[in-house]
Each structure stands twice: as structure tokens, then as C-alpha cells.
């Protein structure tokens, strides 16, 4: 046996060890386990994800955006079922009893498994080939698109909270008034007023290339920021932090360990403070310790995830298109549909975090994740197909981002759907079509701002 097939081998056993010891600690702590095959899905997702990230490590030695998406599908149950712990010593119920987490943590952990080992064999099978740099940066035309962009974003964020009177967040409850800011302000004034992921992105790039001017580019990420949070909706930041952080790794050899781990407090505490401002917040709640408020906030639609696949395990009971016309939807302009007889807002309302929100009386919606959509949709089989093809797609984008050069144009569209694609348990996918726009914005910028690498040699 060679070292490779024995450090394999190694890898497997002390993967089964950790699966077994992980089931216990579940067990121990939150008593769910009721039928034992289903904790079966969870030890073979923790051997693939074991066997897959020391693959991508020993092959790209940087973290890889796939190995974080991974950890996420580890812990977030964790999380989620010790967040529902709390909720129930608060309250002593949830929809009048108490859920049962067998066959949410089964599906859950199956989808996992598929994505998972999807990006091993797409990583083996795909070979790495490299990409030819056509174009570089212009830096000047990059620093004249960032201030573009600020100011028709302060523009638009300006007339935004003229229309409406004041400022979302600082409202009250978030959740209500969303919907009532959106139309009043309109839907084009709203998502222009969010320019400012742009600015941030660009500002991100902008951090890596001049290093004597980072703390400029630093204080106007931190304005971006600031007015992207007063919408109230934490995935924009979370994205822009995303984005930043795979940028700098692009640039940087070395992680520096404890800059990781600020980084990392940095969005706990943002996902905290900006539930504090969000207002729906009562007082049974705000007496609980931090960590269990972040316990219960972070990942708290795990509840609402696992009382879905508790209710719709049999056919008869799938949405089907129902719930992924308004995903298709957001992809094509207004005027398109307009063409054919269709209200494009209408479309919109066919999505899984909309008919649940709906459901649980839920203003702003409900976010089930990816694999509980996939679920609600078509089942089991939904389920095994478009994890299987997500992996397929991270995997793509993924070498993309790992081979192309940190100074190519390009890498700044694929950054930004890793970027969206690392927190892919935590999203819908209505989350990855709406975004679209934002990529047809930042895909301008690139070509606006970029030069004909030959022509710089040249110049040279």
C-alpha cells in the first residue's frame, strides 16, 4: 500500500470516528435521534466532506470557497437545533408542539452528501487547464467607475428616503415595513439605491492593488456598508464581506490566522446588532445571553425548514413549479414580460421564501434553504438533481476563480457569484436570480475599466 492510499485510508477511519462521535454529541445534547438509519446520511456526508476538502487543500493549498460551503452544511444544523432548544425553553412549543428532527436532518444531510461529493469528482474529472489574460485592470478608469457608482448610489439611497420619510431600520420593525418602503420608493429606485455592493466590490479590488492608499479604500467600504445595513437585509453585507475576503486570499499567500478569526466575530456581530435594529425583537428574547441569541437569530429559519419537510413527506404534497416560477422570473427584464401579457411582480410573488412567509405569516418571508426548496419542489429526487448540479456549477466558477490572474477583470464576476455561492445552504434561490442585475452591473465595469494586456506591454 503507497503512502497516498494509506493516508486515504487514515482519512476515511478518522472520518467515521468523528461521524460517529458528532451523531452522539447531537444525541446527547438535543435528544432527537428516534429512528436510527436516518443519522446514517450525516456519517457519510462527514466522511465525503473530510475526503473532499483534504483533496482540494493538498491540491490548491489556499481555502477553496467549496471547503466553506461545506463547513456551513456541517454546522448549521448544530446551530439550528441548539437555537431551537432556546426557543423552546422560552416558549415550551413551536405551531402547538414540539418538531422532530429525524427526516429534516436526513434530507438535509443527503443534499449535503450529493453537493459534496459532486465537487470531488467534478474537481477530478474537470482538468485544470490555464486561463490566457487578454485584459488588466486600468486602474484609473476603476477609481473614476467607484466614484460613478457612489454617487449614483447616494443618489438614489437620497431620493429613496426622501419618498419614504425616513430611514427603514431605524422604523421598527423591519419586516413590515419593508414591503411599504418598496412601494412607495419603486422597485428600480430600490435596487439602484443598492449600488452600493458595487462600489463595495470595486473598493475591495481597489484595497488589494494600491496598498498605500488602504485605508481610503477601507473607510469607503465601511460607508458602503453603512448604507447597504439600512435596508435591514443582512445577505447583502454578508456578500460583501464574502467578496472581500475571497479577493484578499486571491492576493495574499498567507492567511494570517487571527485576522481570520476577527473576521469571522466581525459578521456574528454584525448578524447580532442588525437584528437588534431590525425591531422584532421582544423581551423574552432580549433577555436570553448573546450566545443564545445569535443562536437563535443566526440560523433561526432552521425550525421553520424542519416543520416544512415534517409536512410535505409525501408526493401529493410537492409544490413543484409553484414555488420556481418567480425564480426564472427575476432573470428576465419587465419589459420582456410586459411583451407577452405578464406583470413581472406577479411572477415574482411564485418563490419558496414568499409562499412560506405567507404560511407562517411571515411579512419579509421564509428562507428554507436550498435543499428545502429542492424538497418542496420535487421531492427526494429534486433534492439528489440540484445538489448534483449546484456542485457541478461551485465547482466551475471555482476553478475559474483559482487559476485565473488575481489581475484579470474577470475574476471580479466570479468572485462575486462565489461571493453568493458560499452561503448556499443559507439561501433561495430566488437570492441567486435577483442578483443577477448587480453581476450585469459589475460585468460593465469590467469592460469599461480594462485594458488590452498587450497594449500595456507595449506601453511599457
Known amino acids: 500500500m503507497n503512502s497516498n492510499k494509506l493516508r486515504m485510508f487514515v482519512a476515511i477511519i478518522i472520518s467515521l470516528i ?17 429512528n436510527i438509519e436516518y443519522v ?29 460551503i461545506i463547513a456551513f452544511f456541517l454546522l448549521i444544523p448544530f ?94 420593525n423591519i419586516d413590515v415595513e419593508r414591503f411599504m418602503y418598496r412601494n412607495i420608493v419603486g422597485d428600480y429606485t430600490s435596487k439602484f439605491s443598492k449600488l452600493w455592493i458595487i462600489a463595495f466590490f470595486i473598493s475591495s479590488y481597489l484595497f488589494c492593488i494600491e496598498v498605500k492608499s488602504r485605508k481610503r479604500y477601507l473607510l469607503i467600504m465601511i460607508v458602503c456598508g453603512f448604507f447597504l445595513s439600512i435596508y435591514g437585509q443582512r445577505m447583502y453585507l454578508l456578500i460583501c464581506f464574502s467578496y472581500f475576503a475571497l479577493i484578499f486570499i486571491k492576493f495574499n499567500k498567507k492567511i494570517d490566522f487571527k485576522k481570520l478569526i476577527v473576521f469571522l466575530a466581525i459578521i456574528v456581530l454584525m448578524f447580532l446588532s442588525i437584528a437588534q435594529l431590525r425591531g422584532d425583537w421582544n423581551y423574552k428574547l432580549k433577555s436570553l445571553s448573546p450566545v443564545k441569541q445569535i443562536s437563535i437569530k443566526t440560523f433561526g429559519e432552521w425550525k421553520e425548514y424542519s416543520y416544512v419537510l415534517n409536512k410535505f413527506t409525501n408526493e401529493s404534497g410537492f409544490l413543484k413549479h409553484r414555488i420556481f416560477t418567480g425564480v426564472f422570473a427575476a432573470i428576465v427584464p ?12 406577479e411572477l415574482l410573488s411564485f418563490n419558496a421564501p414568499a409562499y412560506f412567509g405567507e404560511y407562517f405569516g411571515h411579512y419579509a418571508g421564509i428562507r428554507i434553504g ?91
Request: hydrophobic residues 55%.
Open 18 to 34: 468523528l461521524a460517529i462521535g458528532f451523531v452522539l454529541l447531537l444525541n446527547f445534547n438535543y435528544n432527537f435521534i428516534k
Open 40 to 68: 446514517y446520511s450525516i456519517m457519510i456526508f462527514i466522511v465525503v466532506s473530510i475526503i473532499t476538502t483534504m483533496y482540494l487543500k493538498k491540491k490548491y493549498v489556499k481555502i477553496t470557497p467549496s471547503s466553506i
Open 79 to 172: 446551530v439550528g437545533i441548539m437555537g431551537y432548544k432556546n426557543y423552546i425553553d422560552i416558549y415550551g412549543c413551536y405551531m402547538g408542539g414540539k418538531l422532530n428532527f429525524d427526516y429534516p436532518l436526513f434530507v438535509w444531510y443527503l443534499g449535503a452528501s450529493v453537493f459534496t461529493f459532486s465537487v470531488l469528482i467534478f474537481h477530478i474529472v474537470i482538468r485544470d487547464k490555464g486561463i490566457p489574460m487578454h485584459y488588466v485592470w486600468k486602474t484609473e478608469m476603476l477609481q473614476k467607475s467607484l466614484k460613478f457608482f457612489i454617487l449614483i448610489s447616494l443618489f438614489f439611497t437620497l431620493l429613496s428616503i426622501v419618498k419614504i420619510g425616513y430611514i427603514p431600520i431605524f422604523k421598527g
Open 334 to 345: 419587465k419589459q420582456v414580460w410586459l411583451m407577452v401579457g405578464q406583470d413581472k411582480n
Open 370 to 460: 436550498i435543499i428545502g426548496e429542492a424538497y418542496v419542489g420535487y421531492g427526494i429526487l429534486g433534492v439528489v438533481i440540484l445538489m448534483f448540479v449546484l456542485g457541478f456549477l461551485v465547482v466551475l466558477l471555482e476553478k475559474k476563480y483559482l487559476l485565473i490572474n488575481k489581475y484579470a477583470p474577470e475574476l471580479s464576476v466570479y468572485v462575486f457569484f462565489m461571493s453568493i455561492l458560499v452561503f448556499l445552504p443559507l439561501i433561495s434561490f430566488i437570492t441567486l436570480t435577483t442578483m443577477f442585475l448587480y453581476a450585469f452591473f459589475l460585468y460593465v465595469n469590467t469592460f469599461f475599466c480594462r485594458i488590452k494586456f498587450s497594449n500595456l506591454v507595449n506601453q511599457k
